[in-house]
C-alpha cells in the first residue's frame, strides 16, 4: 500500500479546491491508499485576503485524517512543515498549486521534504499564472515548478502555461472531476421553498466568489438587453464579494433591473449549495480570463445546463449545443444564449446532455492519472 500526503488546503478552511482535496482524498482511500492532509494553519495574512472570512462552519469531513500545520509567510515554519512530511515517509505527495504566492512555502516544504528520499510529488495545479496578476508571480512560480516531479493540469491552457517554466516535466491533462459532494439534487419546488423564491420564473444562477475577471457585471447588462424583458427571468447570484460591491449594487440601480436580481452575497455553506442549483435553470459563467472551473463541475453533478464563454479551459468542458453554450465574451452573445435557451424550450434536452457526458469526468480518472505519474 502507498501512504500519500496530500499537501494544500482543506477543512477547516473553506472554498472549492479545500473540498475537492478532501473529495480527493476520499477516492485514494476508497483505492486502498493510506492518505494524510497537511493545510494552511495560516493561508493568507488578512490583509492579503479579499473575503470576510477564510473558516467554514461546516463539520470536518468524516474519515479524513487532516493536519493543520503550514503556515504561507513563516519561514521557520516551512522547514518544520517539511521535516513533519519526512517523518511521514510518503512514497508520494500530491500538492494543489492554484497561486503564485504559495511559490515559496510550498516549495521550500517539497524540498526539504523530499532531500535524501525517494518520495514523488505530483503537482495538481488549478493555475499556472494568475488571473489577477501581482509582483514576482513569474519568480515565484519558477521556484515551485522546480520542487515537483509532474503535474496534473485540468485545462490544455495551464498545460501550455506550464511549458513557460519546463519544457521538461511530464504532465498530464485530466478534467476537474464532478463535484459529487455537495448532496444529491433536490426538486425544484422544495429548492425554491426553502430560499423563498417564486415559482412562477425562470431562474438564472451566477454562483460563486464574486471576482472581478468572472464578469458578474458582464451578465448583469445581458439581463438588461431589451429582447429579454418578456421572459420571466430572474437572476441569482450566489457567493461573497472579493469585488467592489457597491459598484455592483449601482450597476444594477443603473440598468433597472433591480427587481430582476437576488443578491445573496455571502459564503454559501456545503449544505446549502444543492438548493441554489436545483432551483436554477442555466447556470451561466461570463467570465472574462478562466483556467477550468469547478463550478461547472457542480453544474454536471447538479445536472444543469450552462453558459460558459470561449476563455481558458471552460470551452473544453461544455458541448456547445449539447450540454450549454460556449459564447463570446461579451453582454450581447451572453442574452442571445439565454434567449435561445428559453424561448426554444431547451431545458429537458440539455439536461440530459448533461447527465450524459458527466460521467466523462470522475475521480478515479483523476486517481489513475496521478498515479501513473508517481512511478
Known amino acids: 500500500m502507498k501512504k500519500i500526503v496530500l499537501l494544500g488546503p482543506a477543512h477547516p478552511l473553506r472554498g472549492g479546491i479545500a473540498s475537492s482535496n478532501e473529495r480527493l482524498a476520499l477516492e485514494l482511500q476508497k483505492e486502498g491508499f493510506e492518505v494524510v492532509l497537511y493545510s494552511f494553519s495560516l493561508q493568507y495574512p488578512s490583509i492579503l485576503f479579499p473575503g470576510k472570512s477564510q473558516f467554514t462552519d461546516d463539520p470536518p469531513p468524516p474519515g479524513l485524517k487532516i493536519k493543520t500545520m503550514l503556515n504561507s509567510v513563516w519561514p521557520i515554519n516551512w522547514w518544520k512543515t ?9 512514497d508520494l505527495i500530491i500538492v494543489r498549486f492554484w497561486i503564485p504566492f504559495m511559490g515559496p512555502s510550498l516549495g521550500t516544504v517539497l524540498r ?3 532531500r535524501g528520499r525517494k518520495t514523488r510529488v505530483v503537482c495538481i495545479s488549478d493555475n499556472i ?18 520542487a ?9 491552457s495551464v498545460g501550455e502555461e506550464l511549458r513557460q517554466f519546463s519544457r521538461t516535466l511530464p504532465y498530464r491533462y485530466v478534467p476537474h472531476p464532478v463535484y459529487d459532494n455537495y448532496g444529491d439534487p433536490l426538486g425544484r419546488e422544495e429548492a425554491l421553498a426553502h430560499l423563498g423564491l417564486p415559482a412562477d420564473k425562470h431562474y438564472l444562477l451566477f454562483f460563486g466568489f464574486i471576482r472581478e475577471y468572472k464578469g458578474l457585471d458582464i451578465l448583469l447588462e445581458a439581463l438588461a438587453d431589451k429582447r429579454l424583458s418578456d421572459l420571466p427571468l430572474h437572476l441569482l447570484v450566489a457567493g461573497e ?15 433597472g433591473i433591480a427587481e430582476r436580481v437576488s443578491l445573496h452575497d455571502r459564503y454559501i455553506p456545503q449544505a446549502e449549495v444543492r438548493y ?17 472551473s469547478g463550478i461547472s463541475q457542480l453544474a454536471y453533478h447538479f445536472e444543469k445546463p450552462m453558459i460558459v464563454t470561449r476563455v481558458g479551459g471552460l470551452p473544453e468542458i461544455v458541448d ?30 440539455f439536461g440530459e446532455g448533461v447527465k450524459a457526458a458527466k460521467f466523462r469526468f470522475s475521480w478515479a480518472y483523476m486517481v489513475q492519472a496521478i498515479v501513473s505519474l508517481s512511478d
Open 129 to 146: 499564472i494568475p488571473h489577477e496578476k501581482r509582483p514576482f508571480d513569474r519568480l515565484f512560480t519558477r521556484y515551485f515548478v522546480k
Open 241 to 255: 464579494f472579493y469585488a467592489d460591491e457597491a459598484r455592483c449594487k449601482q450597476l444594477i440601480a443603473d440598468l
Open 320 to 349: 456547445h449545443g449539447k450540454t450549454g453554450y460556449v459564447v463570446e465574451v461579451n453582454p450581447g452573445a451572453v442574452a442571445e444564449a439565454i434567449l435561445d435557451f428559453f424561448v426554444h424550450k431547451r431545458e429537458k434536452a
Open 112 to 114: 526539504i521534504a523530499c
Open 148 to 156: 515537483a516531479h509532474a503535474f496534473i493540469v485540468m485545462s490544455r
Open 82 to 90: 517539511g521535516r513533519a512530511l519526512r517523518r511521514e515517509g510518503a
Open 276 to 292: 441554489y442549483f436545483s432551483a436554477a435553470d442555466l447556470l451561466v459563467q461570463p467570465y472574462r480570463s478562466a483556467t477550468q
